[in-house]
């Protein structure tokens, strides 16, 4: 009975696996699909959830403007994690 469920469940393993990894083909097609270079200057507004606030707000900023941001948030959470990690060493 335990190898009936254990094939029936690595069976389900390998149909779901299969289905979840896209095709060459579909990321080719992803690929050519995708939005021409954007005009760094254009305005792009993104609707931004604050924390303690059930009202989303909404933000516009530039292309480069968001690049800067979303860099900026990058290396304050890299920096954050290499400040909680445990020094290595003896002394």
Do not use: Y
Request: glycine residues 8%.
């Amino acid at each position: 009975m335990r190898s009936v469920v254990a094939g029936f469940g690595l069976a389900a393993f390998v149909v779901l696996a299969s289905c979840a990894t896209p095709k060459p083909t579909q990321v080719a097609a992803a690929t050519a699909t995708a939005a021409p270079a954007q005009d760094p200057d254009k305005p792009i507004c993104k609707r931004v959830e604050t924390t303690g606030s059930r009202l989303p707000t909404t933000e516009c900023h530039t292309l480069r403007e968001w690049g800067i941001i979303n860099k900026e948030g990058e290396d304050s959470l890299q920096q954050d994690t290499m400040r909680q990690m445990p020094s290595r060493g003896g002394n």
